[in-house]
């Protein structure tokens, strides 16, 4: 009886200490899971261009549905809650290389009458297909207005501090 005792404690015991290891501790984030993370951007001369730490709050996404960019993604996959990493994304692994196609010269008259023009000013867009995006004005003319939808880090190689905060699995 004492025995059974005894070996009853020791089942329980390890069961609590395989609790309180974590559980799922060591699980890694994958594509489908909704992760949570907090991160710091800076280009290649130190200077910091987005924070979520200066946000308060981390930024959550699901893994693999490109909604980040390719590098940023890349990164998290493979992660552990509370992993911290530093990665150095290419132009080509964050938001590409310029493309001259995404300069637009459109007729004065597509934009609302009482709409301020000024260079420089963000505006929203949206595409035959009816994808909305953002672009700068960059030329104003006589009729015509010329706008740059290029992102404003093209062509920038990036550097993320990426800290793992949560991993929701996905279905």
């Given at each position: 009886m004492k025995k059974l005792l005894l070996l009853s404690t020791v089942i329980i015991i390890?069961?609590?200490?395989?609790?309180?290891?974590?559980?799922?501790?060591?699980?890694?984030?994958?594509?489908?899971?909704?992760?949570?993370?907090?991160?710091?951007g800076t280009l290649e001369d130190?200077?910091?261009?987005?924070?979520s730490y200066d946000r308060g709050e981390p930024l959550t996404f699901t893994l693999g549905v490109g909604r980040m960019i390719k590098g940023f993604e890349d990164a998290v996959r493979g992660?552990?809650?509370?992993?911290?990493?530093?990665?150095?994304?290419?132009?080509?692994?964050?938001?590409?290389?310029?493309?001259?196609d995404l300069?637009?010269?459109?007729?004065?008259d597509q934009f609302p009458e009482d709409m301020e023009l000024a260079i420089g000013k963000m505006i929203s867009l949206q595409n035959?297909?009816?994808?909305?995006?953002t672009a700068v004005i960059v030329e104003i003319g006589d009729s015509t207005v010329t706008v740059d939808a290029n992102h404003e880090?093209?062509?920038?190689?990036?550097?993320?501090?990426?800290?793992?905060?949560?991993?929701?699995?996905?279905?």
């Open positions: 390890g069961s609590l200490t395989l609790i309180g290891c974590g559980g799922g501790s060591d699980q890694a984030a994958k594509d489908g899971d909704t992760v949570s993370v907090h991160y710091t130190g200077t910091q261009f987005d924070s992660m552990k809650v509370g992993e911290v990493k530093t990665v150095t994304l290419p132009p080509e692994e964050a938001y590409g290389e310029y493309n001259v300069v637009v010269t459109l007729s004065r035959t297909a009816g994808q909305q995006f880090l093209v062509g920038e190689t990036l550097i993320f501090e990426i800290e793992l905060v949560s991993i929701t699995p996905g279905a």
